[in-house]
């Protein structure tokens, strides 16, 4: 069996929210534990060994081995392909031509033998396994049964990202992380009169540990969010542990206003030290937007008081202690890992009380840290949020929310969604849900298809050729070009639809339409259909030209 992961103590900061909560209430503060722990996940590589009968002699037996030529060999693959053929090896496979000369492919011994006296041959090296370092399930999206979604289509497969925007409101993101989409980024903090694009560089793991648990890439590697591959803005409001103000949050809020035609969803894991009217009258403009913030309960151990978890204009996030990825209770801390409460039960940190909406794993949640600094595993309401902030654009994939009205859908839904299993210990008499993930009909990566009706070119009397383009969203995509002379239509192009894919990446159409009429006004819209739904683009016209027809000038002969 192979052994657990090693985990490294990587960075331990102390906080003291009490006095932080008395002495600076106009400041934000962060919602992690007051301790936290970030550990560097590490990777192991396991050898199997087993005896196997050998059904031939050890002469007739191959293996794979690396063959190393000398510096002076001018072409290694026709060396590799001579050999293979000329010792009657196998698997041919790699071939080296720029830092080593060589190839692999599988010898018996006798033939290796042969091999070796070639003296091209610099020397020969057994083959192994290699392993690489495997995507981790955080126990969170596990509690959450996101891995048992099928429609999730969590499979370390590089295939489906979230069709979704998510701005993660906090310490700034790494832009560079191979496992983040980071699609923009902005420098809200401390900025004076306007946030500035194109920065927010992070200087710590926070904002990027939040940005992993919401949309990580399902890419073999690191960690995987719960909507995986989502479009993640970073907005930076947040900076050091003091002289934080709520303004600068406040600013993040009206920037991502300026973008609510394009983000649906806000991750918000800090705390303004008191209640503000400001707050509540930028949150209510997001909301009549369409744009939901999901937003952590704080981690002071008393009743949610101030804002943004104090409004009920947001979804409120407290956490439980969760070590096994499975409800039940009975499951122990990890090794580097502090124990919250016991497993299923409220972390002993978080807040709790009437304000609160869901509540979700916090405690040691795996999820993706700065470039170079591996897998961490905080703890902190601030790190329950961003599950929840994941289900929260899933289900904004199937609403494409742009009021009031839709994010209160996505808030009932997600509480109505969530399950009972687990054990409150506040003693405030409110038992929120947990946030469940699983049932595959309602938080589901495929999403109905989006087909934008383009242009027409190349206008004759007969043909013209339209333009076009489709988004299949997750799922096997097909389309047809609908025209005639009405908008009733009548004629379809290509007679039988034709695939568009199954990516999130919309893809350019170009079709033909025959056997048109000369000087005559033609309807035009481009139809696509997957298992979700079909979805009709916009209907356009053109007008084909009259036909020419050459005159007879009886004088010119």
């Not at 016991?342 to 993706?368: E, H």
């Not at 929120?432 to 009909?441: A, C, I, N, Q």
């Not at 988004?471 to 290509?494: C, F, H, I, L």
């Amino acid at each position: 069996m192979c052994p657990d992961a090693t985990r490294a103590h990587y960075f331990t900061r102390e906080k003291t929210y009490m006095a932080v909560m008395r002495s600076r209430k106009s400041h934000l503060t962060h919602t992690d534990r007051p301790a936290i722990l970030f550990v560097l996940a590490c990777a192991f590589a396991c050898l199997i060994a087993g005896s196997l009968s050998a059904a031939v002699s050890a002469e007739e037996t191959q293996r794979g081995y690396i063959v190393v030529l000398r510096d002076q060999v001018k072409g290694p693959a026709q060396v590799a392909r001579e050999h293979v053929e000329k010792f009657d090896g196998d698997h041919l496979g790699a071939v080296f031509r720029h830092a080593i000369k060589g190839y692999a492919a599988e010898f018996s011994d006798e033939e290796l033998t042969a091999v070796r006296k070639d003296p091209r041959v610099d020397y020969v090296e057994p083959d192994a396994p290699l392993e690489l370092a495997a995507q981790t399930a955080s126990t969170g999206i596990k509690r959450v049964f996101g891995m048992s979604n099928g429609n999730l289509f969590i499979n370390q497969v590089n295939d489906k990202w979230a069709d979704v925007d998510v701005a993660v409101l906090d310490t700034g993101s790494e832009p560079s992380h191979p496992d983040l989409n980071i699609y923009r980024r902005t420098d809200c903090y401390g900025v004076g009169v306007e946030c500035i694009d194109g920065a927010g560089t992070p200087e710590h793991n926070h904002g990027s540990a939040v940005a992993g648990i919401i949309g990580a890439i399902d890419n073999g590697s690191g960690v995987v969010g719960v909507a995986h591959g989502a479009r993640i803005w970073s907005v930076k409001v947040y900076r050091s542990n003091f002289g934080n103000s709520a303004s600068d949050y406040f600013q993040g809020l009206d920037w991502v206003k300026a973008h609510a035609d394009e983000i649906e969803v806000i991750n918000s894991s800090v705390t303004a030290g008191t209640d503000f009217k400001t707050f509540e009258a930028i949150q209510q403009s997001l909301n009549d937007a369409g744009v939901i913030n999901i937003a952590a309960a704080g981690n002071e151990g008393w009743s949610v008081q101030y804002v943004p978890g104090a409004s009920d204009l947001v979804v409120t996030v407290s956490g439980i202690a969760d070590y096994n990825g499975s409800p039940g209770g009975g499951g122990a801390p990890p090794a580097g890992c502090s124990a919250a409460g016991a497993d299923d039960q409220r972390a002993t940190f978080s807040n709790y009380g009437p304000k609160v909406d869901i509540t979700a794993p916090a405690v040691c949640v795996a999820t993706t840290a700065t470039v170079g600094s591996g897998v961490i595993a905080p703890s902190g309401t601030s790190f329950a949020a961003p599950h929840v902030a994941g289900a929260a654009a899933l289900l904004a994939m199937q609403k494409d929310p742009d009021s009031a009205a839709d994010v209160e859908w996505i808030k009932k839904t997600l509480e109505e969604e969530g399950n009972l299993n687990w054990t409150d210990t506040s003693g405030d008499g409110i038992k929120e849900p947990l946030l469940d993930v699983g049932d595959g009909s309602t938080f589901d990566m495929r999403v109905a298809p989006d087909a934008k009706t383009g242009g027409a070119s190349e206008l004759q009397a007969t043909t013209v050729k339209m333009h076009g383009s489709i988004n299949p969203r997750n799922d096997s995509t097909t389309y047809q070009v609908e025209y005639g002379p009405s908008t009733s239509y009548g004629s379809k192009a290509p007679t039988a639809p034709k695939s568009a894919g199954s990516g999130v990446v919309p893809v350019a159409i170009e079709e033909p339409l025959t056997n048109l009429t000369p000087s005559t006004t033609y309807h035009y819209r481009l139809v696509a259909t997957n298992s979700k739904g079909t979805v009709y683009g916009a209907d356009r016209t053109f007008t084909t030209p009259r036909r020419y027809v050459p005159r007879f000038d009886a004088e010119s002969y």
